[in-house]
């Protein structure tokens, strides 16, 4: 595929370390640097162009400073779309970077919904973009899409949605994966495992009781074999 150069990918992913110090897990760097090490590989496969936006690169006080900051900084490269991404949405692949690389060149702008209310992609073109707009955003909150989109509606162009993802921002985010084993690599897969299964570990040593309790509910969810459970 013969891609123009006027779309660049974002990634907006901190070390896994820095990382560690703003989600709700209190370890998991493995699995953090290995979701970081995905994305990259996913979007070098895209072939398209792209940035990694570290907390060593990013500028700005506030989450929503930062992420604005760091988008017009690859508008400042010549770049006219932006397709920004984390590194917290395992079940993103290449083809949905492409999806919204070919939407971006038919004019409409691109959102990627969470289930929490929020974004995994958004795909913009560089008219789209009003800085001043976008800081006041309610950025980490619920809500976020619902507002964003209401931004986008008063554009010329339309909004095109990919699939709901779910973002990984909690524990319960990373035990919802077990629903989508399907859509996920499976080292990813295993290092997700490993986390909860010492998670777990953990809490039952707190509350001295049986883990299988826990564990339990993955089987509730259809997903019997996530964690390795007969």
């Known amino acids: 595929m013969n891609l123009t150069k006027n779309t660049a990918v974002l990634v907006f992913a901190r070390s896994a370390k820095a990382d560690m110090q703003h989600k709700k897990f ?11 090490q995905e994305t990259l590989r996913k979007v070098r496969r895209s072939k398209l162009p792209y940035f990694h936006s570290t907390e060593a690169e990013q500028e700005g006080n506030t989450f929503g400073d930062r992420f604005v900051n760091a988008i017009q900084a690859v508008y400042d490269q010549g770049y006219t779309n932006v397709i920004t991404i984390g590194n917290d949405s395992p079940q993103l692949k290449t083809k949905h970077l492409l999806e919204a690389y070919e939407q971006l060149q038919q004019g409409n702008t691109v959102l990627g919904p969470t289930y929490d209310g929020g974004f995994y992609l958004m795909g913009l073109h560089k008219s789209k ?13 619920f809500g976020l899409l619902h507002s964003i989109s209401k931004v986008l509606e008063g554009s010329s162009s339309g909004i095109f949605s990919l699939p709901t993802f779910t973002e990984l921002d909690s524990l319960r985010d990373l035990e919802t994966l077990g629903n989508f ?29 049986p883990i299988s309790g826990h564990l339990q509910t993955f089987k509730n969810k259809g997903s019997p074999s996530f964690l390795g459970i007969a």
């Not at 800085?131 to 909150?141: E, G, H, I, N």
């Not at 084993?181 to 009781?209: C, D, M």
């Open 181 to 209: 084993i399907q859509s996920i690599p499976q080292h990813l897969l295993v290092l997700v495992r490993q986390f909860l299964a010492k998670k777990y570990t953990l809490f039952s040593v707190i509350l001295e009781g």
């Open 26 to 36: 209190v370890t998991g760097e493995r699995l953090f640097d290995a979701l970081t």
């Open 129 to 141: 973009f009003d800085p001043q707009v976008f800081l006041r955003l309610p950025w980490q909150r």
